[in-house]
């Protein structure tokens, strides 16, 4: 499963923690070994629980109720402090919030601009966004709601569903955690 193995191991034999063990390929083979048995096929089988647990969500919850089920499995999943999205709206163009786990929609601004927001740049590009210290990043600009909750960073996904009807629009948005 794992095709690059070389380069894999040259990577972790440049970090600092592994500077003490041995170089010897034998280690190292068995190393990556160990690491595909068990930790890959134990990461792919939650990996499957959790896309089941969002596939079976239920279609007749309200389209806020559905992503906030789904932050919630995305925040249980990855041990996150919280998730939230916030969807495109064109006839404002801003980013509407749409649901959050733990739900804070009431302390949550409404709207945030398009513009200036990494909200904004996730569903312009539609490319992933990760910001490893919000307080230093110009684009998020309540640094009060950073301080409350003492959380720091944040992985902005770009959120896209189809609609069926031709006379509806895409949904697009972004998935926050």
Same mark, same amino acid.
């Given at each position: 499963m ?7 191991v ?19 083979n068995?190393?990556v070994?160990? =690491? ?9 089988v ?16 309200s ?24 969807? %495109? ?8 919030s ?18 200036d927001? =990494?909200a904004?740049?996730v569903?312009k ?14 684009? %998020? ?21 189809p609609r069926f ?13």
């Open positions: 794992l095709r690059d193995l070389e380069s894999l040259r990577d972790i034999q440049r970090e600092p923690w592994a500077e003490h063990l041995p170089e010897d390929t034998e280690f190292w068995s190393f070994q160990w =690491i595909e048995d068990y930790m890959v096929s134990e990461f792919l939650k990996l499957i629980h959790q896309v089941d647990e969002i596939v079976d969500i239920s279609p007749d919850l389209e806020p109720a559905i992503f906030e089920t789904a932050a919630r499995h995305l925040v249980d999943f990855l041990g996150a402090h919280s998730a939230s999205v916030r969807i %495109y709206d064109p006839q404002s163009e801003q980013m509407l749409y649901g959050s786990y733990p739900s804070e929609e009431a302390r949550r601004e409404t709207f945030i601009p398009l513009d927001s =990494i904004g740049e569903v590009t539609r490319k992933t966004v990760l910001v490893p210290n919000l307080l230093k990043d110009k684009r %998020y600009h309540n640094k009060d709601a950073i301080e409350r909750k003492g959380v720091y960073s944040l992985m902005a996904i770009p959120l896209e569903i009807y031709p006379r509806e629009r895409d949904t697009v948005g972004v998935m926050q955690i």
